[in-house]
């Protein structure tokens, strides 16, 4: 018996999906027969083990186990009477490992607890559960808390949600990545007392609900923590911060200024501009070697002793092409160019880009024309929507005070198809005149028709937008909702002879002529595609990586947990007539192995991924390194350094933390989708098998 306790207390979590999977696995590969099981929530008797022959009693179908309890329930089935008690089930636990499966809050996760109470505590057990011997006196559980908070978050939520209570809280500990946390009490009347509050408190629909557990001894989350004392320092200190931020800066005196105005505006945001292309080349293939440097001497810290270290570990650096831009595309070639809206250092209104030095009191917004990357059309709509903001007398958006109406502008625009996409945000309800807000957007409609732009001006505008955005940030929202005022949600961008519809907030490359070469080397990197080729666009956006490779393979699967980035996808896989790409909108943790599961085997599968500036998260990553199938994976980065802790992940020797086989960086590639600037995107080609004679 004891051995499959031993099975359960290896498992992470325990739910009804588990039970019945591990109903059928047990009876099917064993002679022992699990004649009952019992939740958490059910009943005093979690779990009964029997060696009862009796199949049939189980294995009725999927969800027998809740036709179980709803047996007992009203009657049709009695306890047994060698039902085993909840400490049973701990104490040979912990004969068998050593360590209290069920006492250990951290390996069970927050979300499956939607089958308890709603007040938080069980309803069987009341208070009880918490005053046993192996229960920490004056802790609790606490579940339902954000996931990727930090103590200090913990201690404001409690705050917040029990400001009247009061209660003496002494210490906090939060495992990382958990939706728990434990709560140390100053005494055992304290912690009944929060236990009480809590089953009493109502929540409402909005409110996430909050669930207190028993903190068990030995329990290794009780050993760390921090005081509650050293969080209100550093939310104190934090909220003292956020005050100096939002105050104006010191007035800049005139020398300031004037010295900051010598320095050009290109030197701040295209720092090589006056360097010339070679060298800039130079200067970036140096930087990349230097991070590739800085990866194998992290990985080579990270493998221990007893682990063999991998080629790729050990072997020189070396770059195996650098993808450099023609000279005509070398300047102004940003197909989405954002502006600030503000006063200049004269006061005057300015669609522009921010000059801030807050040592110095410098805060103002120079001229659009000096960013040497940002397109001619973008600057000449700038300078339209600026005449028109001057003759509106709605005041610019101050950051300090967050108050004032006209905050950014954005233009997206494709070279190729000469449309244009124009998004204006702004702070909505400081224009409280529903009259006056209309009379706005129909003036926004005007002065960018073809009638009241330069006869030269080439570009149709196929899209004006109009968005409310309250919050003091000072980035745009990239999942805001957009008033279209005038034509379409999209304009039209042609990449390597497809049509894709761009809305406002999709991704996309900022240089059109340079993400064409970067997808044909997506595409050679692994070799010619073919009918035996499933091409996997993990994270896939709104398609264009898969589509522009879609004729050359077997099958394209796009995976997008965004969905208005998966509706956009199949509006440009239909309006293409690719008839062999497959959008599933879902995490990618959720569903790639369901994916690449049944064609293992079968097909050659490679995955690439593109994904933001940060990286991927923790649990994309181990959703790959432990797909089993998926055995080439090309990584964009558009920033290298950032990516790395990713590729360990992917890339370190097999261990406990670490299943499945690792990948192998087999090729450096770089390209530059940023001229003028010390940016580059890096691709990582990693094979899960490679053959390294290729690579001498």
Not at 138 to 153: N, S, T
Not at 182 to 199: D, M, P, V
Not at 621 to 635: E, F, I, N, P, S
Request: glycine content about 6%; aromatic content about 10%; some cysteine.
């Amino acid at each position: 018996m004891q051995r499959f306790f031993s099975i359960l207390n290896k498992q992470t979590l325990i739910n009804k999906s588990f039970v019945s999977k591990f109903i059928v696995q047990t009876n099917k590969y064993t002679n022992t027969v699990i004649n009952k099981i019992n939740y958490l929530n059910f009943s005093k008797h979690i779990y009964f083990m029997s060696t009862s022959p009796q199949k049939e009693d189980i294995l009725q179908q999927e969800n027998g186990s809740e036709q179980i309890q709803q047996d007992v329930l009203l009657g049709k089935r009695s306890l047994p009477k060698d039902a085993i008690t909840e400490n049973q089930v701990k104490e040979n636990l912990v004969k068998d490992d050593g360590d209290v499966a069920i006492g250990d809050q951290e390996n069970a996760e927050a979300e499956n607890d939607d089958n308890d109470d709603e007040n938080g505590s069980e309803k069987s057990d009341g208070e009880d559960i918490f005053e046993k011997d192996d229960v920490e006196l004056e802790w609790v559980c606490l579940r339902g808390v954000e996931r990727y908070d930090q103590e200090r978050q913990v201690l404001k939520m409690l705050h917040r949600n029990f400001a009247d209570e009061k209660f003496q809280f002494t210490k906090i500990s939060k495992p990382k990545k958990k939706n728990m946390a434990f709560i140390q009490f100053a005494n055992t009347e304290e912690r009944n007392r929060f236990i009480q509050s809590l089953k009493n408190k109502k929540f409402s629909k909005k409110q996430k609900r909050m669930k207190v557990r028993p903190a068990f001894k030995g329990d290794r989350n009780l050993n760390g923590g921090v005081a509650v004392s050293q969080l209100e320092q550093q939310n104190s200190a934090q909220h003292q911060q956020q005050q100096r931020q939002q105050q104006p800066p010191k007035q800049a005196s005139k020398e300031d200024i004037e010295k900051e105005l010598q320095i050009p505006l290109e030197e701040r945001v295209c720092p090589l501009w006056k360097t010339p292309y070679e060298e800039q080349l130079e200067i970036k293939k140096k930087d990349f070697i230097e991070i590739i440097k800085n990866f194998q001497k992290r990985a080579k810290d990270s493998i221990r002793s007893d682990e063999s270290t991998p080629i790729w570990v050990t072997r020189e650096p070396k770059i195996t092409d650098f993808l450099e831009c023609d000279e005509q595309y070398r300047f102004h070639y940003r197909n989405k160019t954002e502006f600030t809206i503000g006063l200049n250092h004269l006061g005057e209104i300015k669609v522009g880009y921010n000059r801030t030095n807050f040592d110095k009191g410098i805060a103002f917004i120079d001229d659009a024309n000096k960013n040497c990357v940002s397109s001619k059309e973008s600057v000449i709509l700038a300078q339209q929507l600026e005449n028109y903001i001057k003759e509106t007398g709605l005041p610019v958006y101050d950051r300090f005070v967050h108050q004032g109406f006209w905050r950014y502008f954005v233009v997206r625009q494709s070279f190729k198809t000469k449309e244009i996409l124009i998004n204006i945000v702004a702070k909505g309800s400081y224009c409280s005149d529903a009259t006056q807000f209309e009379q706005i957007k129909q003036g926004l409609i005007k002065i960018f028709q073809k009638e009241s732009l330069p006869e030269n001006f080439e570009y149709n505008i196929t899209s004006i937008g109009f968005q409310s955005y309250e919050a003091p940030s000072d980035s745009i929202p990239q999942d805001g909702q957009i008033d279209i005022i005038y034509g379409s949600r999209s304009y039209k961008e042609n990449i390597l002879g497809k049509t894709f519809d761009i809305s406002a907030n999709a991704f996309l490359q900022v240089h059109t002529p340079q993400c064409e070469r970067l997808y044909k080397l997506i595409g050679s990197l692994t070799g010619e595609l073919n009918e035996k080729t499933i091409f996997l666009d993990i994270c896939s956006g709104i398609g264009t990586i898969g589509i522009c490779l879609a004729n050359s393979a077997k099958e394209v699967i796009g995976i997008e947990m965004v969905e208005t980035a998966c509706n956009d996808a199949k509006i440009n896989i239909e309006q293409n007539g690719i008839t062999n790409y497959k959008v599933i909108c879902s995490k990618v943790e959720d569903v790639i192995n369901e994916i690449v599961g049944p064609l293992a085997g079968q097909y050659k599968i490679i995955g690439v991924v593109d994904p933001p500036r940060p990286g991927l998260h923790a649990n994309v990553v181990k959703a790959m390194r432990t797909c089993k199938g998926l055995d080439h994976l090309v990584y964009v980065a558009c920033n290298p350094v950032a990516v790395t802790d990713n590729l360990l992940a992917l890339c370190l020797p097999e261990s406990k933390r670490r299943r499945a086989p690792a990948f192998h960086l087999t090729k450096y590639y770089g390209c530059d989708l940023f001229p003028q600037t010390k940016h580059f995107e890096g691709i990582f080609y990693l094979e899960r098998y490679p053959n390294y004679d290729e690579y001498k």
